[in-house]
């Protein structure tokens, strides 16, 4: 498969062929904690929404809280570890009907330092397995890539904004990882571009796994 330098240019060609593009966020528009490559432009239209302010629901960082609290949800920030994911253990014990939501399914992320970091579903998947092998049985509830929720509720956002039925074939996601951003795109209908500035390097694009549509060196 031709390995493009750069999306910016491959777009510049042929966007008349798309309605819209979906980019993820690590290791495609943010290298750890700054921008990528290409992607200072596209990060001016960014903010930094609380998706669940957005929604309308209450969250708390705060331990002593966690008591009042009807589920627990799996973010990726500076914290505690071991005291944040022991009171989420025993909350999740004491509230057997309490759910576990994880909108990042990924196990990990690369950091600015191009070491793997341990991302919310690497964090998820633990506190799953000490629930079961306390007894506790617990399925995340998994919302983001490869999911099918995440694409569904972007998908209705896009066609409420253009005002119009969007076909999914010309809906482009733009990601770095083979097994979120590829294979969730790919499983919606949506098309396929891999940045190689990320979780898959190019190695391991010649493996096994979902073979995205376009691949690029960086944005």
């Known amino acids: 498969m031709t390995v493009f330098p750069s999306f910016r240019g491959w777009l510049e060609r042929y966007h008349a062929g798309l309605d819209a593009l979906v980019f993820d966020v690590d290791g495609v528009l943010l290298v750890?904690?700054?921008a990528a490559p290409g992607a200072?432009?596209?990060l001016e239209r960014l903010g930094e929404p609380c998706y669940a302010g957005l929604a309308d629901i209450r969250t708390t960082r705060?331990?002593?809280e966690l008591a009042d609290c009807r589920a627990a949800l799996v973010g990726e920030d500076?914290?505690?570890w071991e005291a944040t994911i022991n009171?989420?253990?025993n909350f999740l014990i004491a509230h057997p009907r309490a759910p576990l939501?994880?909108?990042?399914?990924d196990l990990y992320y690369p950091g600015e330092d191009r070491r793997v970091h341990v991302a919310a579903g690497g964090v998820a998947r633990l506190i799953a397995s000490v629930c079961a092998a306390y007894g506790r049985a617990l399925e995340p509830l998994y919302l983001?890539?490869?999911?099918e929720p995440i694409f569904h509720h972007n998908h209705g956002r896009l066609e409420l904004a253009v005002g119009r039925a969007v076909e999914r074939r010309r809906v482009l996601m733009v990601g770095d990882s083979l097994d979120s951003d590829v294979a969730g795109a790919r499983g919606?209908?949506?098309?396929s571009a891999l940045v190689l500035t990320g979780a898959t390097p190019d190695a391991r694009r010649r493996g096994a796994g979902p073979r995205p549509d376009l691949v690029f060196r960086a944005l």
């Open 144 to 147: 983001g890539k490869p999911y």
């Open 32 to 34: 750890g904690a700054r």
């Open 40 to 42: 200072a432009g596209l």
């Open 87 to 89: 009171g989420v253990i």
């Open 62 to 64: 705060r331990l002593e």
């Open 78 to 80: 500076a914290y505690d």
């Open 188 to 191: 919606f209908g949506y098309r």
């Open 101 to 105: 939501i994880v909108p990042n399914p």
